[in-house]
């Protein structure tokens, strides 16, 4: 029994991925900005990165913050450059546990090489405090690496 083009198409229309551009509605980040509005996404190459700017270019005008963490193995400017449009700002996270993670400092570094304001945070929590102590309704994207995404999705429940 095979399927029909159509019904392949309709099918990966209405696939649920956990990390692609997932928007965190409840936890512990949605109860410390509430008026925020929380994304999540592990994207971490450049074509991941076109990927999530089409889908902000799609979404309601809003003040929109990143929220990034990478690893020293991938092309980090190159993932962002797509984003700087879109992006107010960046506040950049080192990956807890992982030997391969990009510095807070260097990530900073390569979001203003490509473009976006930036600055280091000591952990997801932190750099969502002080966006929303700024913009409490802003659009908030942690995005970067898997790994980070896994953590998130671990941590926020």
Request: proline residues 6%; aromatic residues 4%.
């Amino acid at each position: 029994m095979g399927l029909n083009e159509a019904a392949c198409e309709g099918a990966m229309r209405h696939v649920t991925w956990p990390a692609r551009m997932q928007r965190l509605k409840h936890g512990p980040l949605v109860e410390a900005a509430p008026d925020a509005e929380l994304w999540l996404d592990g994207g971490h190459n450049p074509h991941a990165a076109l990927a999530i700017a089409a889908t902000l270019k799609d979404l309601p005008k809003r003040e929109t913050h990143l929220i990034c963490g990478m690893l020293n193995t991938k092309d980090v400017t190159g993932f962002m450059a797509p984003l700087a449009p879109f992006a107010s700002s960046l506040h950049a996270v080192s990956i807890d546990g992982q030997a391969a993670t990009l510095s807070a400092e260097d990530t900073k570094a390569a979001a203003i090489r490509a473009g976006i304001a930036a600055q280091t945070a000591p952990d997801v929590i932190s750099a969502l405090r002080d966006i929303c102590i700024k913009t409490p309704n802003a659009r908030v994207l942690i995005c970067g690496s898997l790994y980070l995404a896994g953590e998130i999705l671990k941590e926020n429940g």
